[in-house]
């Protein structure tokens, strides 16, 4: 992967954003993905966010070899802190990181005043999707698009949430994702036809073990069942 042929999964990632946006990337290790947005003509400037000093040096060195010093403006900043209010940032991206770490990248950009809650926000963890799915819908963003692909055989799933108070989703949508649950694409069903399987063989295993934890059986029958409803 390079800032010309971006991976399938960060080009994902550019397939949501808009014309003309004014980006923040949050850990833009490389800004691959702002340089390829610029070299495309599809942002008109970005700020490329680093908690890191080293991927910090490996994105600014990347800026000036692709000519864009004047479009993209890497920074040293713990997530959204990269966002100044002069910027009028409309676009953010997260990606490529832990679910985990991506709520709380959300959860202290909030607290610390560093969301407007005009912009979209264009997310993909790298697991924990539900953790994400949950600080979104806690905090009144409405999950406007999303997709999941494949690449070198592992599924990623990339949203796209606008801020929309009163908007609501049941805990289902927020575990298969409100919006591919309703697309139903192949890889969708591939992905939840090897989670059934998962699911299914750790159920038998505990069925035959000497105590198995009531709770755990409970929620793996509960999701085994949405899956099954899912996938019909
Ligand atoms: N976004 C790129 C992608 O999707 O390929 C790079 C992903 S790389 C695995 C994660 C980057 O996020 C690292 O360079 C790391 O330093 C940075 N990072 C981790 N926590 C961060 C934070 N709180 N604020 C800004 N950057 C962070």
């Not at 400037?45 to 490996?58: D, F, K, N, T």
Request: glycine content about 6%; hydrophobic content about 45%; charged content about 20%.
């Amino acid at each position: 992967m390079n800032a010309r042929t971006l991976s399938k999964r960060l080009a994902q990632v550019a397939a949501f954003i808009p014309e003309e946006a004014r980006l923040a990337d949050i850990g833009s290790d490389h800004a691959y993905l702002p340089i390829y947005l610029a070299a495309e003509g599809i942002i008109n400037y970005a700020v490329a966010g680093e908690v890191a000093q080293g991927p910090l040096e490996a994105a600014t060195e990347q800026i000036k070899k692709h000519g864009f010093s004047e479009k993209i403006m890497p920074r040293l900043a713990d997530g959204l802190a990269a966002i100044q209010v002069q910027d009028q940032i409309d676009t953010i991206t997260i990606a490529g990181m832990g679910g985990l770490l991506i709520s709380a990248i959300l959860a202290n950009g909030q607290a610390g005043g560093f969301l407007s809650k005009q912009e979209r926000l264009i997310l993909q963890p790298n697991n924990h999707v539900l953790d994400v799915r949950l600080w979104l819908a806690t905090n009144h963003y409405q999950i406007y698009d999303e997709q999941i692909i494949q690449d070198h055989g592992k599924f990623y799933e990339v949203m796209a949430a606008c801020y929309q108070k009163g908007c609501s989703y049941t805990m289902k949508e927020l575990y298969f994702g409100p919006i591919l649950m309703q697309k139903k694409s192949l890889i969708f069903q591939e992905k939840w036809q090897k989670e059934l399987q998962t699911k299914q063989k750790i159920l038998s295993r505990l069925k035959n073990a000497h105590e198995s934890p009531e709770a755990k059986v409970a929620e793996l029958n509960k999701q085994v069942a949405w899956i099954k409803e899912v996938l019909t």
